[in-house]
Nanobody
């Protein structure tokens, strides 16, 4: 059974940092590019970052220079290091397999507020 489990969210002040994790199970992890998405209340789910199987990365303009995506194939886990957080980063964050997405996990809530 394929499963994606996101964790690491929380409440953080503007300018703060968080590290999100996404553990994948029931799938071959290393051959696939992986994505992080986010969905703010009342808005669509948007792609935030992508990492290929070879480690190449791409970011949405809104997070470039502040977020870093990485992966640990030995742990079947993809990470999103978030720094310089802003109120507009508040959202539920999800991971998924790029181009051939799986069932969505429950996501992890990130709230940026003073």
């Amino acid at each position: 059974q394929v499963q994606l489990v996101e964790s690491g969210g929380g409440l953080v002040q503007p300018g703060g940092s968080l590290r999100l994790s996404c553990a994948a199970s029931g799938m071959y992890f290393s051959p696939y590019a992986m994505d992080w998405y986010r969905q703010a209340p009342g808005k669509q789910r948007d792609l935030v970052a992508r990492i290929t199987s070879g480690g190449s990365t791409n970011y949405a303009d809104s997070v470039k220079g502040r977020f870093t995506i990485s992966r640990d194939n030995a742990k079947n886990t993809v990470y999103l290091q978030m720094t310089g957080l802003k109120s507009e980063d508040t959202a539920v964050y999800y991971c998924n397999r790029a181009w051939t997405p799986l069932a969505w996990g429950q996501g992890t809530q990130v709230t940026v507020s003073s």
